[in-house]
């Protein structure tokens, strides 16, 4: 008898990851006869897990029973399995870790098995050594390919007007972490972004094997010899290259004994900013503190010195993406508290339909929800700046959204809460996908 199951309806092992969305599977038969079948955990104590359901209108379950036809098949969905009543979830920490049990109803005989993976963004400070190194090798890898510059030149000063101080600095950056995210995944499928929680002590993150600690009085970074970061080089255009990392701590912080970063909000305040996008994501200033591109975001960069503290520079050291991943996790966490979702919500986000691509003023185009966002899109030239690195945004073998020229709305509903076509297939493993009032 063959029995199998195809994640994301794909018979492709690229496609075998999940996160807390919904997603749509089929079970199919080679099998003359009618086959009932019951799926589920197979390994319920160990890695990933997953609910099941007969649809995405139907409530999670822990397993599921069908009869597949003669020679035919039955959709049905799964996701990532998170506790609504201990807010826990059960992601995976290793690649295909996650194990569905295919049994015969009534006899209970194995038919089959399918191995995945419940792939979703971290905390950086409690990853496994495994989930670590993996993470650095493919970050690794990339700068060496040549492809991670590509993304600090997207980030130059030139380029700030396009990306800080407006509404669409929040969607912007959640486009630009998927665009790395997706290319360290082509090279490890089971990597995901790690998140620096700057509010915390994070010693397992600064460290020699992890993201460094200043080694000189200079604040040159130093990594053990095993740190595949070792022999790192900093390559910013027009800056210079060829040089190591600088990150030296300003303040007296050290990020790991004591609070992380000079943030004024930790995680609770951050959320209570304001329940409309607008008030929550403003630029702040001097007359006007409120607002995460402010503060936590602006302070957690400006708490070292080197790199990292300039715009221009920031991204030459990995621990930008860290640092972004946590701000674009409150966010997310935001979205969710608030029920945010909802790109046609102006309280989700206050700039409906498309900019006016001869006003050059903060209210311009690349602000509006039908924008495309550059440099996706291969605009340069004012209002857009001069060049436009990089290329459209990486295609995911998990699904053909939000396709080479992402808009500002497809950053918005990032789970396909509302829009369920809409899910980019990346979740944190503190925030959960919420279904008619349940935690999935």
């Not at 700068?143 to 997207?154: K, P």
């Not at 029920?339 to 209210?363: C, K, M, R, V, W």
Request: aromatic share 10%; with cysteine.
């Amino acid at each position: 008898m063959s029995v199998k199951i195809l994640i994301n309806n794909n018979d492709d092992p690229k496609a075998d990851y999940i996160t807390w969305c919904p997603t749509p599977c089929k079970i199919t038969s080679d099998e003359p006869n009618a086959v009932e079948v019951v799926l589920n955990n197979k390994n319920p104590n160990q890695g990933g897990q997953v609910v099941f359901f007969q649809n995405q209108m139907t409530q999670p379950a822990g397993s599921l029973q069908f009869i597949v036809p003669p020679n035919g098949s039955v959709d049905f969905h799964i996701a990532g399995k998170f506790d609504d009543q201990t807010g826990v979830g059960f992601p995976s920490v290793e690649d295909k870790d996650t194990i569905i049990g295919i049994t015969e109803a009534g006899t209970g005989n194995l038919l089959g098995e399918k191995a995945l993976m419940v792939r979703v963004r971290k905390n950086a400070n409690t990853l496994t050594i495994g989930e670590r190194d993996r993470f650095l090798d493919a970050i690794v890898d990339l700068n060496q390919a040549g492809a991670y510059v590509e993304l600090q030149n997207m980030h130059l000063s030139s380029n700030s007007r396009e990306i800080h101080g407006r509404s669409c600095f929040l969607p912007w950056h959640r486009s630009f972490l998927l665009d790395l995210e997706r290319k360290l995944q082509e090279i490890e499928p089971s990597v995901t972004l790690p998140y620096w929680k700057f509010d915390e002590p994070a010693p397992n993150v600064f460290r020699r094997d992890f993201m460094g600690v200043p080694g000189d009085a200079a604040g040159t970074v130093d990594f053990s010899g095993a740190n595949p970061m070792v022999n790192w080089r900093v390559e910013i255009l027009g800056v210079g290259s060829n040089r190591r990392i600088m990150r030296s701590y300003s303040g007296g912080i050290n990020p790991a004994l004591s609070r992380a970063a000079h943030v004024q909000n930790d995680e609770g305040q951050t959320l209570n900013l304001g329940d409309i996008f607008s008030v929550f994501s403003r630029r702040a200033t001097f007359l006007d503190p409120g607002g995460i591109e402010g503060d936590p975001h602006g302070s957690a960069h400006v708490s070292f010195g080197g790199e990292i503290s300039s715009i221009g520079t920031a991204p030459a050291d990995p621990l930008f993406f860290m640092l972004h991943c946590n701000v674009d996790r409150l966010w997310a966490k935001w979205q969710w508290v608030n029920e945010l979702f909802e790109p046609i919500n102006p309280d989700a986000y206050p700039n409906q339909g498309a900019g006016d691509p001869t006003n050059n003023s903060e209210i311009g185009i690349g602000n509006f929800t039908g924008d495309t966002m550059w440099p996706w899109n291969g605009v340069s030239g004012n209002p857009r700046p001069n060049h436009a690195p990089g290329g459209g945004l990486p295609t995911s073998p998990l699904t053909n959204v939000p396709g080479p020229q992402p808009k500002v709305e497809h950053m918005i509903d990032y789970q396909g809460q509302h829009s369920r076509d809409n899910n980019l297939h990346f979740s944190y493993e503190d925030v959960p996908y919420t279904f008619d009032n349940t935690i999935v």
